[in-house]
C-alpha cells in the first residue's frame, strides 16, 4: 500500500432524506447541485471521473448526471454492492486518483425509498424471508441469547440515534422516542419491532476527491482518506462461521486502521452502519471498540452523557437509509466533524474518524478512517 | 499518469455466446470456473478485487460469484455503464493495482439475452424508440449522405465479420452472408435491415488482472495494458455535434495512444465496437486509422485479403453482443491475438493491440492500447 499518496475530500453536497417519490435521475442530480452551489471554486473541467453509487434499476446514470451537471468526464459509471455501495464508490474513486487516471472524481450516490436493493432474492439461506428483518432477527436473537442482553437494553441504541438525528438537519424524522416507545411500536418478529429498524427513504449525497495539488484549487479544509480496508466473506447469510459477530467488519476495520497507523483508542468519531439495532453494538465489538458482548455498554454510557462520538447524525435508524448514499452521507457526517463544522451534532476536538458501511448482514463491509 | 506503474492480463476465461435463458449467476460463473480451469496456478487467496460487469438489475453479483468461485476478496461491486461496462470494469481494476490497493482482480462480465440494458428510457430526444436502431438509422442516414456511401458498402461490414465470427468457436452463430443475403434481410428502418445489427445474446467473459510480480506466478505469456483512454460526452443522443464521426471515440483513443506512446500504424490488430455496421467505418475514422469517409475502404480492403485485422473474432454483428461481457471478450480477443494463440482467426506477428469499447450511440467510449 503506497501511503504516499494523498486523497482528499475536497467538497459535498447533501439533501434532506425525504419519503418523496422523485425520479432517480432528478434525486441524484440534487446533491450534486447541492456540492457545486457550495464550492464555486470547482472547475467542471477539472472533473476526470463520476462515479454513480446506487440500486437503482435504471442504467447509463453516470453520464445521466453529468450531462445534467455540466460535466463531460474520462470516467463514467454506475457501482453496485447493495448497501454498500457508497464506500465501494469512495475507495474506487480513490484508486483512480492514488493511480494517477484522475485527480479530480465526483462521486453521488442516490436511491428512491423503494429501491431493489432491499430484496436479495439469490440468497435462498432465508427461505421465504427475503426480506433484511430474516438476518436481523437472528443476529438480534444470537446476540442475546449470548450475552444475556434485553429488548430493552438494545431499544437504547434507537433512542440515542433517534436523539441525535434530531439534530441532523437532513434526517428522516426529528421524531424522538423513549425505550418504551421502541418497546411498544409494531412487532415484527419475535426479536424486532419497527423502531428497532433503518427505514428505506429517498435521497442522496456527493463527495468530491481530488488529488493533494487538485484540493488546493478548492478547500483550506481538506480531509485526508488515510485508511481503507475492505472484505467481502460470502452473499449468503448462513455462510456466517458466528451470528452474533461481523467477520467482514472485523477484518476490514483491521486493515484500516493498519493503513491509517491508528488504532481505536485514536478515533473520535464513528460512523456505524446502524441498519438495525443490534447492528450498533456487534459493529462497535468486531471494530474493536469494546470486547465482545459489550457493546451495548459504551451505547449506554455515550446515550447517559450526551456524548455523540457514535453516529453523529442520528446513524441510519435514526436518519433514513436511502442505500447508495447512505455511505456517502456516513462520510460526510464525518467530514463536516473534523471541519468542525457540525452544529449541535458537533464532537469535541475530533481529529480522527472512522466510517463503518457494510451489506447484506455484513456479508461484505468497508471501513474509512478520515484524518483533517 | 505513472506509466511505471505495470498491469498484466494474467489470465482469461470465456464460454459460447447463445441464446439460452439462464440465470445470471450461473452464466457470470462459467467464465470465471473457465477462466481457473485454464489456469490452475491461480490461488484464489490471492485474488484482491471480485468486478461484476453487466447491465442486469440482479444485484450483489459480485459477492455471488465470489461466493460460488471460492474468493473471499477486499474489493467487490458491479460496474454498470451500459455496452461498455466491460471495459469500465477493466479501468476500474487496473487502477486498483496501479493504486496498490490490489494486487490481483479477477473482472467477469455477464448478460443475458434480454438484458435490460437495450434500451435508455432517459433519452427523450429518441421520441418513442427506446431501441438503439434509433440512433443507428440516423448514423447511416448521415454517413451515407455525406460520404456517398451505398447499403451495399456498408453491408460489407456484416459480410465480413460474419466470415471472421466462423473461425470463432464462441460466436453466437457460425453463418455466413452475402451482400445480397444483407440486402434481403429483415428491414427494420429506412437505413437498417437485421443483418446490419448485432445480436443481444447470453454470455460472459472474463480477465485476471494483475500486478508485474503477482503475475508471474500465473503466465509467462504476460499481455500488459498500456494505454488507457476514457471520454463520456453526454448521455442524450442529440447532444452529438455531428451524426457521422463519434467524439468520445476521437478523443479516447487519442488520450490511449498518447499514453502507450504509439501510433494508429503501430497497431496491428484492433476491436472495434461494431453495434451497426455504420459503426465500424465511422469508428475507425475516429480512432484515426484512416482518413474521414474513408473507413469503409479499409473494411472492403480487409475482406477482400482475407486480413483479419480488424474485429478477428467477428466482432459484435458476428460474434454477439452480451453487454456487459463485450468490452471483456474484446480485451480477450486481442490478448489471445498478442499470444498468438487465436487459431484461424491469428493475424501474422501481432504485437499492439487496440480495443474500442463504446456505449449508447458513441455517448462515451473506452480505448485500451495492449502489448505483448
Not at 82 to 101: K, P, W
Not at 320 to 349: C, F, Y
Request: hydrophobic content about 40%; proline content about 3%; aromatic content about 6%.
Amino acid at each position: 500500500m503506497n501511503k504516499m499518496v494523498k486523497v482528499v475530500i475536497a467538497a459535498y453536497g447533501i439533501t434532506p432524506f425525504t419519503k418523496d417519490d422523485q425520479k432517480i435521475e432528478s434525486v441524484l442530480l440534487k446533491s450534486a447541485k447541492n456540492l457545486f452551489d457550495n464550492n464555486p471554486k470547482i472547475n467542471r473541467n477539472d472533473i476526470d471521473a463520476v462515479l454513480v453509487s446506487t440500486n437503482s434499476n435504471s442504467k447509463y446514470l453516470s453520464p445521466i448526471l453529468s450531462e445534467m451537471a455540466g460535466i463531460q468526464p474520462k470516467i463514467a459509471h454506475s457501482v453496485e454492492s447493495l448497501c454498500n455501495s457508497g464506500t465501494n464508490a469512495i475507495v474506487s474513486a480513490y484508486s483512480y486518483i492514488a493511480s494517477g487516471l484522475a485527480d479530480m472524481v465526483l462521486i453521488s450516490g442516490a436511491e428512491r425509498y423503494d429501491s431493489p436493493g432491499q430484496i436479495l432474492e439469490w440468497d435462498n439461506s432465508r427461505g421465504e424471508f427475503k426480506h433484511p428483518i430474516f438476518w436481523a432477527s437472528i443476529f438480534t436473537k444470537s446476540y442475546k441469547r449470548e450475552f444475556s442482553i434485553s429488548d430493552e437494553d438494545l431499544a437504547i441504541v434507537s433512542v440515542k440515534n433517534h436523539k441525535q438525528a434530531k439534530e441532523n438537519p437532513n434526517a428522516l424524522t426529528m421524531d424522538t422516542c423513549t425505550v418504551q416507545d421502541v418497546m411498544n411500536s409494531k412487532k415484527l418478529t419475535d426479536d424486532l419491532r419497527v423502531l428497532n429498524c433503518s427505514r428505506p427513504c429517498t435521497g442522496s449525497a456527493s463527495i468530491l476527491l481530488a488529488s493533494e495539488e487538485a484540493a488546493k484549487k478548492i478547500t483550506d479544509m481538506p480531509v485526508w482518506i488515510t485508511g481503507i480496508g475492505q472484505k467481502t466473506i460470502s452473499a449468503g447469510f448462513t455462510k456466517h462461521a458466528s451470528f452474533s459477530s461481523m467477520e467482514s467488519t472485523k477484518l476490514a476495520g483491521q486493515t484500516a486502521l493498519k493503513m491509517a497507523n491508528h488504532n481505536t483508542e485514536d478515533i473520535d468519531v464513528v460512523e456505524i452502519h446502524d441498519a438495525f439495532s443490534v447492528c450498533e453494538p456487534i459493529a462497535l465489538e468486531s471494530l474493536g471498540f469494546s470486547s465482545t458482548g459489550d457493546g451495548i455498554g459504551i451505547v449506554k454510557a455515550l446515550h447517559e452523557t450526551d456524548n455523540f462520538k457514535i453516529n453523529p447524525r442520528g446513524g441510519l435508524i435514526g436518519s433514513g437509509h436511502p442505500l447508495g448514499a447512505t455511505g456517502i452521507a456516513q462520510t460526510i457526517e464525518i467530514t463536516q466533524q473534523l471541519q468542525s463544522n457540525a452544529g449541535n451534532r458537533q464532537v469535541d476536538s475530533a481529529k480522527v474518524g472512522l466510517v463503518h458501511n457494510m451489506s447484506a448482514a455484513a456479508t461484505s463491509s468497508t471501513v474509512l478512517v478520515l484524518e483533517k
